[in-house]
T-cell receptor, first 117, second 112 residues
Framework: GAVVSQHPSWVICKSGTSVKIECRSLDFQATTMFWYRQFPKQSLMLMATSNEGSKATYEQGVEKDKFLINHASLTLSTLTVTSAHPEDSSFYICSAPIAGTPNTEAFFGQGTRLTVV | GESVGLHLPTLSVQEGDNSIINCAYSNSASDYFIWYKQESGKGPQFIID?????DKRQGQRVTVLLNKTVKHLSLQIAATQPGDSAVYFCAETPSGYSTLTFGKGTMLLVSP
């Protein structure tokens, strides 16, 4: 089946630094990818929709200058958390549907645990 | 029994029991509903979905029921196994090409 892979699986960074998280569709092309954030014991909250070759669409309340999204190819989207602070510590998850298929059929990555110290 | 924690309701069952996990949704315009299973430290895994023109759909050991009148969705797991222990989320969307909105989630704990 289709696989979405995130890298790294976990990362610890110092406050004030930037961290890049990759989301790759390993065996299919994805024109759209979704980035979610999940705090402990809470639900997934959509942060933004990443669109290949164009700007990402951010959800209300998500700072686009803090969470930079780049979707430069049909198999890779990156989320960069800039000037990270401890409150950015969370589980970041991406998902992607096969190009041309509904978002309801999106495959999820395994998630990236970010800890900012 | 069922208890509500600080953020995540928990359902504790014995192995072999049938489990029922509930979800209330808010958007009457939602047309697609999906159940996901999320194990600790992993991404969500698709279980089963249902469209608004149906009220029941069955999969392997799972059944999803949809009551549009009261905007309620349930996931029934038959003969629950320890491997079913996870957090279960429902998600809704008004169309297949819209974004998903996830519900709060329920932790299922299955004891042998």
């Amino acid at each position: 089946g289709a696989v979405v892979s995130q890298h790294p699986s976990w990362v610890i960074c110092k406050s004030g630094t930037s961290v890049k998280i990759e989301c790759r569709s390993l065996d299919f092309q994805a024109t759209t990818m979704f980035w979610y954030r999940q705090f402990p014991k809470q639900s997934l909250m959509l942060m933004a929709t990443s669109n290949e070759g164009s700007k990402a669409t951010y959800e209300q309340g998500v700072e686009k200058d803090k969470f930079l999204i780049n979707h430069a190819s049909l198999t890779l989207s990156t989320l960069t958390v800039t000037s990270a602070h401890p409150e950015d510590s969370s589980f970041y998850i991406c998902s992607a549907p096969i190009a041309g298929t509904p978002n309801t059929e999106a495959f999820f990555g395994q998630g990236t645990r970010l800890t900012v110290v | 029994g069922e208890s509500v924690g600080l953020h995540l309701p928990t359902l504790s069952v014995q192995e072999g029991d049938n489990s029922i996990i509930n979800c209330a949704y808010s958007n009457s315009a939602s047309d697609y509903f999906i159940w996901y299973k999320q194990e600790s430290g992993k991404g969500p895994q698709f279980i089963i979905d249902i469209r608004s023109n149906m009220d029941k759909r069955q999969g392997q050991r799972v059944t999803v029921l949809l009551n549009k009148t009261v905007k309620h969705l349930s996931l029934q797991i038959a003969a629950t196994q320890p491997g079913d222990s996870a957090v279960y989320f429902c998600a809704e969307t008004p169309s297949g090409y819209s974004t998903l909105t996830f519900g709060k989630g329920t932790m299922l704990l299955v004891s042998p």
